[in-house]
C-alpha cells in the first residue's frame, strides 16, 4: 500500500508488524467504550505505545496504562494516557475476583497497581482491559482490574489464564482473543499515522549493529521498536 507523502518507511515500518497487531486489538476494544468508562492498558511498548494512541483516536474512554518501567509509562503519558501506573510484579493471590459490592478481595489479596486502578475507577474496575504482556503475573492482575461484565483483551501471551469458571460465570466476564489484523485495519492504521494521530516511536539501528539492538531489547532500553536500517 502506498504510504502518505508525510511519512518515511523507516518510520512507519513496524506499523505493518507490531502496529497492525495492537490497531486490531484496540480498535475492537474501542467498540464497546464510551466517555464514562475506563479502559486499562497493560504494558507500554512496542505494542502498546501504538495501542494507546489507537484508544485515544477511537474512543473517549479515560485510559490507564500499567507498566512496570516509570520511563515507559512517562511516554505512555507523553502520549495520551490520563493515568500511568507502575507495576510492582507481584502476582495476585488467592481468588483474584472475591467481591463485596464489586471490590476485588482484600488488600493482602491483590498488588499495589491493582489496588491503585481500583482507586482510580472508584473501587469497580475498568470496563476493558487491553493485556499486551500476557505473561510474568500479568494476567492475574489484569484480570483483577477488571470490573463486572467487563471485557479483558489478551494480546501478549505466555502463561495461562487461571479463573474459577464460577467467577466468570457470576461477574460475567469476557475473555477476547486477538491476533493480527486484516489489510483493512492497516489501511485504517496508515490514515491514522497520516493525520499524526498515531506516532511510532522507535530507535534506529544500522544493519550491521544488529548486535546492539537485541542488547538494547534484552535490557529494556528501547522506548517503542527498533527498526534496523541498511
Excluded: W
Amino acid at each position: 500500500m502506498r504510504i502518505d507523502d508525510s511519512l518515511e518507511p523507516a518510520d512507519v515500518a513496524a506499523l505493518a508488524d507490531a502496529g497492525l497487531t495492537a490497531y486490531h486489538a484496540a480498535a475492537k476494544a474501542a467498540k464497546r467504550l464510551g466517555p464514562r468508562d475506563r479502559v486499562v492498558v497493560i504494558g507500554a511498548g512496542g505494542l502498546g505505545h501504538i495501542g494507546i494512541q489507537v484508544l485515544k483516536a477511537l474512543s473517549p474512554a479515560e485510559l490507564i496504562v500499567v507498566d512496570r518501567n516509570p520511563e515507559a509509562l512517562k511516554l505512555a503519558e507523553a502520549i495520551g494516557a490520563d493515568h500511568g501506573v507502575v507495576a510492582d510484579g507481584s502476582e495476585v493471590t488467592g481468588s483474584s475476583r472475591e467481591r463485596s459490592s464489586a471490590v476485588i478481595g482484600s488488600s493482602r489479596e491483590r498488588s499495589s497497581a491493582v489496588d491503585q486502578v481500583l482507586s482510580l475507577t472508584g473501587g469497580n474496575g475498568a470496563e476493558v482491559v487491553v493485556d499486551f504482556v500476557g505473561e510474568g503475573g500479568a494476567t492475574a492482575e489484569g484480570v483483577a482490574m477488571l470490573r463486572r461484565a467487563g471485557d479483558y483483551h489478551v494480546v501478549g501471551y505466555g502463561e495461562n489464564i487461571d479463573v474459577p469458571t464460577i467467577d466468570i460465570v457470576s461477574t460475567e466476564i469476557n475473555f477476547i482473543g486477538n491476533l493480527v489484523g486484516s489489510y483493512n485495519d492497516l489501511c485504517d492504521l496508515m490514515a491514522l499515522a497520516g493525520r499524526g494521530a498515531v506516532n511510532l516511536h522507535t530507535q534506529k539501528y544500522a544493519l550491521d549493529d544488529f548486535q546492539s539492538a537485541i542488547t538494547d531489547l534484552d535490557s529494556g532500553n528501547v522506548r517503542g521498536r527498533a527498526i534496523l536500517i541498511p
